[in-house]
């Protein structure tokens, strides 16, 4: 903190998610994830006791499943969420 008060911040916020894997090869069927990040940097200069927001780094995902039955072996494709999640410092 400064003598007027104020504050300096470098801020750098991180979303990290698991974007899809690759096979490794051999019998055993191993993947390996590939991860996805996002990354935003910033350096501020706050007054002393006051709020900071930073909006950003919206991630928005859909993600499928196949299901199978054991017994006939019918598959149906299903959406298992859409979701929009903001991520907020």
């Known amino acids: 903190m400064n003598s007027a ?25 191993t993947e390996v994830p590939i991860i996805s990040t996002r990354k935003a940097a910033a350096k501020i200069t706050i007054k002393d006791a006051y709020t900071l927001a930073i909006g950003g780094l919206i991630e928005s995902t859909d993600t499928k499943e196949t299901a199978k039955c054991p017994c006939w072996g019918i598959s149906q494709d299903w959406v298992v969420y859409s979701a929009q999640t903001p991520i907020l410092w």
Do not use: D
């Open 5 to 29: 008060g104020f504050i300096n911040l470098g801020i750098e916020p991180e979303v990290s998610a698991r974007a899809y894997t690759v096979p490794l090869g051999g019998a055993s069927g």
